[in-house]
């Protein structure tokens, strides 16, 4: 059994959550009730949802926490380092990264940040007047072989109980390690698109669940966006074929709280940066970008705890606001030199 230490930051985040569920449940927008609803940010802001804590009673792994939880399988696995994967300490307390700073793209559709290994959806129906609901998932992207593009696309098709065809580089892949594939997979508990599909304009690339949803949340599909079978079979219920989908890659997100920045970064994929190096140079770029148009301290010490421990969880790195668009500055964006 696991219990959710409650903080006015969660009760305010489940509060805003459950409003978003009950309207769009009323709508039949959605129908899990584990879907992570999110009211969106007003007047520019960029957060959504509220880290928290449970505490574990029983044994269990924190592949259990991330499926009772919606959670991703490199997601939980970066909010706990030092926890042990596959046995927990009756007593333990677990950190749930449920607080996510928007990708940078439009608030349309389908967004996809695939280093993050998250999916939002923006409904195209809004809770009120101005006021909108993100829907968000994590998933499994492309390994380093059989990367998931990168760029704008849609969806041009729907498919429940689809069968798979798989192609000729997977079954030759598959034939050399042993385990050889049909020239078709019919729908059933062997098929590794699960109960639906959404197709994209990418020839070949998909959005889909799985028969084997332990592996969400990690780089282990062929290219194709892998969602648990409960998420799936909302998105496909949700979204009209024409829906725009988004896929970005972005390690580092900035976002803006009122008048805090904050910080999230995770590791980013292996083929676009070698070290923490690069990933701190990505980082400054970005900062000095957003400083343009509005000049703050930077906390220096927060800025290199969010690039050290690549946790996913956002980190306040802003300090005294001086002022809004000072234009460029040639002061390093964190030393302040």
Not at 54 to 76: K, P, S
């Amino acid at each position: 059994m696991i219990f959710v230490k409650e903080t006015p930051l969660v009760r305010a985040a489940i509060g805003k959550s459950l409003m978003a569920m009950l309207v769009l449940l009323a709508g039949g927008l959605i129908s899990a009730v584990q879907a992570d609803v999110f009211t969106v940010p007003a007047n520019g802001g960029d957060l959504v949802g509220g880290e928290q804590i449970i505490v574990v009673e029983d044994q269990e792994t924190l592949a259990d926490v991330a499926r009772d939880y919606n959670l991703g399988h490199e997601e939980i696995r970066n909010a706990n380092p030092g926890t042990d994967f596959w046995l927990l300490t009756p007593g333990a307390e677990i950190v749930l990264p449920k607080r996510h700073i928007l990708p940078q793209a439009k608030r349309d559709g389908i967004v996809l940040n695939v280093p993050e290994m998250r999916l939002y959806y923006f409904p195209e129906k809004c809770l009120a007047e101005a006021e909108c609901a993100v829907i968000t998932y994590p998933v499994s992207i492309g390994r380093m072989d059989w990367q998931t593009p990168l760029g704008s696309t849609r969806v041009t098709g729907k498919f429940e109980n689809p069968t798979w065809i798989p192609p000729e580089s997977i079954r030759k892949e598959a034939a050399a390690e042993g385990n050889p594939l049909p020239a078709a997979v019919p729908p059933g508990p062997n098929n590794p698109l699960g109960q639906f599909s959404l197709h994209l304009d990418l020839p070949g690339y998909r959005i889909h669940g799985t028969n084997r949803p332990y592996g969400v949340g990690m780089r282990a599909t062929h290219g194709c966006v892998r969602l648990y079978p409960e998420d799936i079979e909302d998105l496909f219920h949700d979204v009209r074929v024409g829906t725009s989908v988004q896929i970005v890659n972005q390690p580092v997100k900035y976002g803006w709280e009122g008048d805090v920045l904050y910080m999230e970064v995770g590791p980013p994929l292996e083929e676009d940066l070698e070290g923490n190096a690069n990933l701190r140079e990505l980082a400054i770029t970005q900062l000095a970008e957003i400083m343009l148009e509005r000049r703050f301290d930077v906390l220096d010490a927060e800025f290199d705890r969010a690039l050290e421990e690549k946790s996913g969880i956002p980190i306040a790195i802003s300090g005294v606001i001086v002022d809004k668009k000072t234009g460029p500055s040639n002061d390093d964006p964190v030393s302040g030199r």
